[in-house]
């Protein structure tokens, strides 16, 4: 069956960075596009960032624009998402997401498949 499997999370100071990774399994991951979510507590689950299945194009949400880079590495079936600069609003549970479809969607319903999700939590 598919599984995608997030790390990477922790606490980490305003300021900081960490290196999400989402290692897919189940599936022909390079024909997939790959989406990275997350959900604050009490909030809805946010589209953060997408890169298409063969990583030409990438998207992101305006609130991570400049600081956060997604890329993939079809060769280990792994999506990463690059956060640097991180702000106590970030602070979410983030999860990743894969679609079988040609754009890049920001639609949570667009995607197929999910993971279980890592807590990021940013301190200020």
């Known amino acids: 069956q598919v599984q995608l499997v997030e790390s990477g999370g922790g606490l980490v100071q305003a300021g900081g960075s960490l290196r999400l990774s989402c290692a897919a399994s189940?599936?022909?991951?390079?024909?997939?596009?790959m989406g990275w979510f997350r959900q604050a507590p009490g909030k809805g689950r946010e589209y953060v960032a997408g890169?298409?299945?063969?990583?030409?194009?990438?998207s992101y949400a305006d609130s991570v624009k400049g600081r956060f880079t997604i890329s993939r590495d079809n060769a280990k079936s792994t999506v990463y998402l690059q956060m640097n600069n991180l702000k106590p609003e970030d602070t979410a549970v983030y999860y990743c997401a894969a679609g079988r479809f040609a754009a890049v969607l920001a639609a949570d319903s667009a995607y197929d498949y999910w993971g279980q999700g890592t807590q990021v939590t940013v301190s200020s």
């Open positions: 189940g599936l022909t991951f390079s024909t997939y596009t």
């Open positions: 890169i298409k299945w063969n990583g030409s194009r990438t």
